[in-house]
């Protein structure tokens, strides 16, 4: 098993540009949830989805979309990249009833 | 709202002494669950345990042990005989009953250093 997979690992934008990180996962758990984490602020939630075709915001969920077509894939899209969304982002996988799987991050840097 | 807090911002001890981390939360509901991940210098998040608010016994796993007080709405953990590798930033985390932990609150987290 690959566990939980994050495309890309680091990535530079542009302010206003968008891009899609892709989280990926092979346990065929049906949650996924997205964080980022911030110096000082530890992780907060952005979007989740308990199956495929069911999401819902978390925390921080401004400026961020998601859809759950695959039990397998959940992407996490910025339309419109501004520089406050510069972080580490976690994609993570679980049963809903042990632990979370967590993927290795990918760090966005919005210029 | 659910609310995790992790008091101490940065702590350093030598090595073999051992170590507590604090965590201190906030719910309303009477059914939650209760997480502690390290997060060692590579960046990856590492599951170390998951309590169910019904369960308030302790655990000890190694060099590990966790101190679960509902009365103080504490879940603090101890590290005995410390070593370098454990140098890490650990959070502690909430989720609601009902939600699995699908939606976790984290604390900011607490950077441990093991001095050599």
């Known amino acids: 098993n690959a566990g939980v997979t994050q495309t890309p690992k680091f990535q530079v934008l542009k302010t206003g540009q968008s891009m899609t990180l892709q989280c990926a996962q092979d346990?065929?758990?049906?949650?996924m949830s997205w964080y980022r984490q911030d110096p000082g602020m530890g992780l907060r939630l952005i979007h989740y989805s308990v199956g495929a075709g069911i999401t819902d915001q978390g925390e921080v969920p401004n400026g961020y979309n998601v859809s759950r077509s695959t039990t397998e894939d959940f992407p996490l899209r910025l339309l419109s990249a501004a520089p406050s969304q510069t972080s580490v982002y976690f994609c993570a996988s679980g049963t809903g009833v042990n632990e979370q799987f967590f993927g290795p991050g990918t760090r966005l840097t919005v210029l | 709202a659910q609310k995790v807090t992790q008091a101490q911002t940065e702590i350093s001890v030598v090595e073999k002494e051992d170590v507590t981390l604090d965590c201190v939360y906030e719910t309303r509901d009477t059914t939650y669950y209760l997480f502690w991940y390290k997060q060692p210098p590579s960046g990856e998040l590492v599951f170390l345990i998951r309590r169910n608010s019904f369960d308030e016994q302790n655990e000890i796993s190694g060099r590990y042990s966790w101190n679960f007080q509902k009365s103080t709405s504490s879940f603090n953990f101890t590290i005995t005989a410390s070593q370098v590798v454990d140098s890490a930033v650990y959070f502690c985390a909430l989720s609601e009953a009902g939600f699995g932990n699908e939606k976790l609150t984290f604390g900011t987290g607490t950077r441990l250093t093991i001095i050599p």
């Open positions: 346990m065929n758990h049906e949650y």
